[in-house]
């Protein structure tokens, strides 16, 4: 009995172990990932996925493939950034097996269903002539999300971006879609993000921003750079590039409604 019950405990200690080493391995990756993201090093961050993608290779785990799949959405959203369509697809072809991997860990969850889903939309976005046989599928991926995980920040800022940025003929509206968005900034400010080292979260964030500005609310635009800032003052892109654009875009649209004023 006795030996039995010591071999029970060097059996549970040695898995104990081991789950605490690959949960390890994915907070580093996690932690790395972060800090690439505030500084807008995305050359390295090309070569953190590399390393990865490796350790996955030797150690998968759920936590360190979420952050794979999640590494590789916000450099296809990079490169669709730079024009590069062409590296964008390659990204999104070899997302493809992650999130594979992902869907058979977590069958039926919203939330990898909206991943796989933005990756979809990626595609409609470089060749959008594929929206007339590829569309209604990834609409209907959208609205199964949302059956599923009504309120979950990766459902969400799906949701919102589809909305926001659809044409009114396809059931978008910029309305609905900052509607969407602000329910979502309001969940994630209740997060500690930068403990938790929640680049992803920053990156939601900043799109609320940016569809902000798109829809010329300037105010509600400097109003969620300076939150973000607040939470990451290291946050380099909304630190040196958008906040001043939309501060600048808030004073001449100023400028521009005291001049009619007058008028």
Known sequence: MFRLTQMHILVATFLTCILITNKSAATDFNDKFYTLYISGNMEEWVHLLDRAKQTYAKQPT???LEEIVRAQYALTAYYLGLNNDDKALQEIDAAAYYLHELEQIYPEQG???ALDASFQGFKLIISPFRFF?????VLSAVHKCQELS???EDVLFLVANQTFYLPSILGGNQQKGLDYFSTLE???LQYPIKEDKH???LLYLTSNAIACNAAHQYNDAVRIYRQILSIE???LWVKNELLPQSLKKQENNYLKSQKEKVQ
């Open 62 to 64: 759920p936590q360190l």
């Open 111 to 113: 939330w990898v269903l």
């Open 133 to 137: 046989f590829k569309g209604p599928s």
């Open 150 to 152: 009504p309120n979950h």
């Open 186 to 188: 309001k969940k994630l």
């Open 199 to 201: 680049w992803f979260y």
């Open 233 to 235: 003052p290291h946050y």
